[in-house]
């Protein structure tokens, strides 16, 4: 599990009842449930070309219309009927930012300086010391002492204060310098993806390191991906009555971590058929792409490359948050299709609301 | 988990491309896809006679048609919005038989017995000896030996290799005394309440103590369910590159116990909603049932009593497969819908294959 190390409890963020939906990424989201599996329309050059606004034409582009155009070809041998079509999307760094640190660290960040007062034992460890800091590269490198300090700040609760708590950190907080909502850091070619795919018969899954709390209260709205479709890592919780209800009580320990390795088994476990289309930025998504480029019919596995230092941040390579770098080689290698954010989109987030 | 001791690894059989599929169930099955989450047709006693032609006039039937009409009626303060609409299944004796034993258990008993050769250690197994005797009320109650041996005799090989393993065995064995493939012994009243559940925009989903290996390979043929909406059991999984490819490999460990307080976990993990309809048989599905009843909006809880001895099996109260004891309470105590099989259904099981 040694790539586990860099995504696990990560990211997402924000804000439930959002409303970033430019025109485009609305009529994916309403169009989400009655499209997913609905006869696919057949993908043409010019549907394409009005459904991908932010995407520039060139390879990485023409790569996803022409998959697109091969799976939906009734009658032709790379069609695959709409039951399979698979798409599966990391998260941080995929379809939003994740610097300077996966926003679900800054969040459980956040969470352990409150719940600092009542541990004084935390002061001997060095994920605390990190936090205090605010050493967000030395915090990527701490994942098992940071651990410990998340899973006693965030248990005992049920599942839905948790979820109430989150709501409210995303619908409070901002990012650091960029000063916008968390959920407004999506990238805008990738809501337009996602709809795209939809509307041609995919059922489009997020499969993140994060956890399945973080991501599911805004996933629906902003992405069209209704909670059943995030899968994630996640707490143990145990059933319980409590207070003559039942409830499900959140235990301080990791349940499943669903990054590197882990996506293919969350995959396994949680869909059951393999993806024709996986998309990720990172070594975290190393083994979902191997898992998803190994099909004998057709597939199309891609990277979203960081190489955009104006518009958002330029890293990947040797970042420690975020770090491509075997599968960059592996995409090399292999023929995966890389996307530069900085040649291959127009824009990279959508509009802030109103 | 006192409760899990009953279901576990249990159930499902059959047989992937199966055509059971009366006229009433195809419609289901291809609409599952198209009507998951459309926008809803609104429920009328006219469209419920039509589509519920094996339900008999009676309390359990009038339950079930006011509930889908009051949560599809727009405007009423009891509408439920189609992406909420999630409708969880038991599988093993609310969706299909379970006598004279769970039939993922006559798929292990064959394997153990195969593996067995290769095995003289297990000879002081008392599961191992329960085999030998077909004794299968000894059997129920020797879960753990049982598992130890399961887990040797289902290891080492791939998630693609197991899958093949079941699907050859549910295309080529038949119920002990029954005489029919297991996936000809669905109840097709159940097949026909969950096509009229869907084509009401609901989502519908197997919340299983057997695992999601045994189900997924018939479920979309049979029940119109896809693999990703199959909550089941599982064993541990492992990503390895064998011979060059990415394989899921399985290991000799239980993962997860999808049973008893394990299923309002288990929906909690897949499906991120409390579902608004579950149905359950036994005590197996009493959290999950009473997960389902503690919402505060619409909801709706039901049991399958096993009381017809001619058309099928009667058992439940006392039953060591398949008991109903404190679920049966529960329900009076709280009003959930019990279903009698004798009573409440003019067909059992649907016309056989050709």
């Given amino acids: 599990m040694q790539l586990c190390s860099r995504r696990n409890w990560s990211r997402r963020a924000l804000g439930l009842v959002g409303a970033i939906v430019v025109a485009l990424s609305v009529a994916g989201c309403v169009g989400q449930s009655a499209s997913d599996a609905k006869s696919p329309a057949v993908a043409s050059a010019t549907n394409a070309a009005a459904a991908l606004p932010s995407w520039r034409e060139g390879t990485a582009k023409k790569r996803i219309v022409k998959f697109v155009a091969d799976v939906t070809r009734e009658g032709s041998s790379t069609f695959v009927p709409p039951a399979e079509r698979i798409a599966v999307f990391d998260n941080d760094g995929t379809l939003w930012s994740e610097q300077p640190l996966y926003f679900q660290f800054l969040f ?27 050493d967000y590269g030395a915090l990527a490198s701490l994942q098992k002492p940071l651990m ?75 992405y069209g991906i209704p909670p059943e479709q995030v899968i994630g890592s996640s707490q143990l919780v145990q059933y319980e009555i409590r207070d003559g209800h039942p409830a499900l ?23 059951g058929r393999r993806p024709i289309l996986a998309f990720g930025n990172s070594d975290g998504d190393l083994q979902m792409l191997q898992y998803t480029a190994a099909a004998s019919g057709p597939h199309l596995a891609l990277l979203v490359h960081h190489d955009d230092a104006v518009r958002e941040f330029a890293y990947d390579r040797r970042s420690k948050v975020g770090k491509l770098d075997k599968a960059w080689d592996e995409a090399v290698t292999d023929g995966w299709a890389v996307v530069s954010m900085k040649d291959d989109w127009t824009t990279i987030y959508p509009l802030p609301r109103r």
């Fill in 108 to 134: 459980l960040l956040d969470q352990i300086t409150a719940a600092a007062p009542n541990h004084p034992e935390w002061k001997g460890n060095p994920a605390y010391q990190a936090i205090l800091k605010k």
């Fill in 148 to 222: 410990r300090l998340v899973a006693v700040a965030n248990s005992g609760m049920t599942v839905d204060q948790y979820d109430k708590t989150i709501r409210n950190w995303l619908a409070t907080t901002q990012h650091p310098t960029l000063k916008r909502p968390f959920t407004e850091l999506v990238y805008q070619p990738q809501l337009e993806l996602l709809a795209y795919l939809r509307a041609n018969g995919f059922k489009t899954f997020i499969v993140s390191g994060g956890t399945i709390e973080f991501i599911r209260p805004w996933a629906e709205t902003i």
């Fill in 249 to 271: 009580v959140r235990r301080p320990k990791i349940d499943f971590v669903n990054d590197g390795p882990g996506k293919p088994i969350g995959i396994y476990r949680e869909i």
